[in-house]
């Protein structure tokens, strides 16, 4: 049963396969566990759980989130879908643990012109912020980075690195992040090649400096956030018709990003069923007011029935070592 679940969803992962009927809708939330057959469960790896919901809606412009911006203060959540979306709400809790959500609502991502983004060129897949006066939002198939000074103002483009037009149409830059002296950071999804790799880019004053991302055995890198101690953490996601869906976070430090370096990141924690694990492609952390980093990610259901748009909250804990 596992197996024919994961075939029909894999076929539709980065792909609309299911529209939708209504133009809006009603939201609905329900919690989620991490792992249903032990309750008990309450780490994966580093990552110490602290609540995680399930999102419905009946508005046909939901699903599909593929970026995530949780505000310091952990009250607003920003996310974008890859049919040219935004989402946002405002995020619940109840002691301590994420329990819902309140006023959710979409909108259209909007181009230079103040239009809405249509088809190919309303594939949003990452936000990143810095100096809270914009969000980047990065798209692919036709690759670029939008900078909004609000979800309803229209798109002003950033220049990036002329090699980002050589990638595949599916496999753009789905990482991105600001480092905390404001450089912004812009990793690669897939490689043309078979090389275990990824190509990724660092901001400078006259430009790029470009270096390559090690992944592993399929996963591929579908998120960054910037950690409050300046760490860059990603969210790596892999699936095959065979083994499912997996994801792993790792974590890099920021000064192993320069020119023309090869990186590999250590892994924190890998998720794989029967913990609770969906196409995960956005990831955002904070500092909470008792000093804890908190982890929040979210999945991209492809507008697909047999998958499920998460949200989830960990904390990270320190090394065991």
């Known amino acids: 049963m596992r197996l024919v679940f994961f075939i029909l969803a894999c076929t539709c992962l980065n792909t609309a396969c299911v529209p939708r009927a209504a133009i809006s809708g009603e939201y609905t939330t329900r919690p989620v566990q991490l792992d249903v057959n032990n309750m008990d469960l309450d780490r994966v790896g580093r990552l110490e759980w602290r609540g995680g919901v399930?999102?419905?809606?009946?508005?046909?412009?939901?699903?599909?989130?593929?970026?995530?911006?949780?505000?310091?203060?952990?009250?607003?959540?920003?996310?974008?879908?890859?049919?040219?979306?935004?989402?946002?709400?405002?995020?619940?809790?109840?002691?301590?643990?994420?329990?819902?959500?309140?006023?959710?609502?979409?909108?259209?991502?909007?181009?230079?012109?103040?239009?809405?983004?249509?088809?190919?060129?309303?594939?949003?897949?990452?936000?990143?912020?810095?100096?809270?006066?914009?969000?980047?939002?990065?798209?692919?198939?036709?690759?670029?980075?939008?900078?909004?000074?609000?979800?309803?103002?229209?798109?002003?483009?950033?220049?990036?690195?002329?090699?980002?037009?050589?990638?595949?149409?599916?496999?753009?830059?789905?990482?991105?992040?600001?480092?905390?002296?404001?450089?912004?950071?812009?990793?690669?999804?897939?490689?043309?090649?078979?090389?275990?790799?990824v190509q990724g880019w660092l901001q400078k004053n006259t430009g790029w400096d470009s270096f390559t991302y090690n992944t592993l055995a399929g996963y591929r890198p579908t998120g960054a956030t910037t950690l409050p101690d300046c760490r860059i953490m990603f969210i790596e996601r892999s699936y095959s018709l065979i083994a499912g869906v997996s994801a792993r976070v790792t974590i890099v430090d920021a000064a192993a990003f320069r020119a023309g370096a090869s990186i590999t990141p250590r892994e924190i924690a890998r998720f794989d069923f029967p913990v609770v694990v969906d196409n995960f492609e956005g990831i955002s952390a904070r500092r909470s007011k008792s000093g804890e980093t908190l982890v929040y990610i979210v999945s991209d259901d492809n507008f697909n029935p047999l998958q499920r748009t998460l949200l989830l909250m960990f904390a990270l804990s320190p090394p065991s070592d």
């Open 54 to 197: 399930e999102i419905t809606s009946t508005d046909s412009r939901f699903g599909g989130l593929s970026g995530l911006r949780i505000d310091p203060d952990g009250r607003r959540l920003t996310a974008v879908s890859d049919r040219g979306s935004w989402f946002q709400a405002t995020v619940l809790y109840r002691n301590g643990r994420l329990s819902g959500l309140k006023d959710p609502q979409s909108s259209e991502l909007r181009n230079g012109a103040g239009r809405p983004v249509k088809d190919k060129n309303g594939d949003a897949e990452s936000i990143a912020t810095h100096d809270g006066t914009s969000i980047l939002v990065s798209f692919e198939r036709r690759h670029r980075v939008g900078r909004y000074t609000s979800p309803a103002s229209p798109a002003s483009p950033v220049t990036i690195p002329s090699e980002i037009q050589n990638l595949s149409n599916n496999g753009g830059v789905e990482a991105m992040t600001h480092l905390c002296n404001g450089q912004l950071l812009l990793v690669a999804e897939k490689n043309k090649t078979r090389d275990p790799h």
